[in-house]
């Protein structure tokens, strides 16, 4: 491929037309799409998930987590 041929597809690719708006936007839109699908579909988790909760002092964490371990427990019963 001859460096003027490069430099005419480049330019052309790279100009604000319709057609390469609608070509990067179907890229940008389904390459994550399909790239998350590939991973999760091959890979089954096998650790439960885990949060972290953050918040300043005095603000009910602890309380939080004994309410929904309580709750947990009544449940169970």
């Known amino acids: 491929m001859e460096?003027?041929?490069v430099q005419?597809?480049?330019t052309q690719?790279?100009?604000?037309?319709?057609s390469a708006i609608i070509i990067a936007l179907l890229?940008?839109?389904t390459l994550p799409l399909l790239t998350h699908l590939y991973i999760?579909?091959?890979k089954a988790?096998?650790?439960l998930p885990a949060f972290l909760l953050v918040g300043p002092s005095g603000a009910g964490k602890t309380s939080l987590?004994?309410?929904v371990k309580l709750?947990?427990?009544v449940r169970k019963h």
Do not use: D, E, K, Q
Not at 13 to 18: G, N, V
């Open 13 to 18: 690719a790279l100009s604000p037309s319709i």
């Open 65 to 67: 987590l004994t309410l």
């Open 27 to 29: 890229f940008t839109l």
């Open 45 to 47: 988790s096998t650790n």
């Open 8 to 10: 005419n597809f480049l």
């Open 40 to 42: 999760y579909r091959t």
């Open 71 to 73: 709750v947990a427990l």
């Open 3 to 5: 460096w003027r041929a």
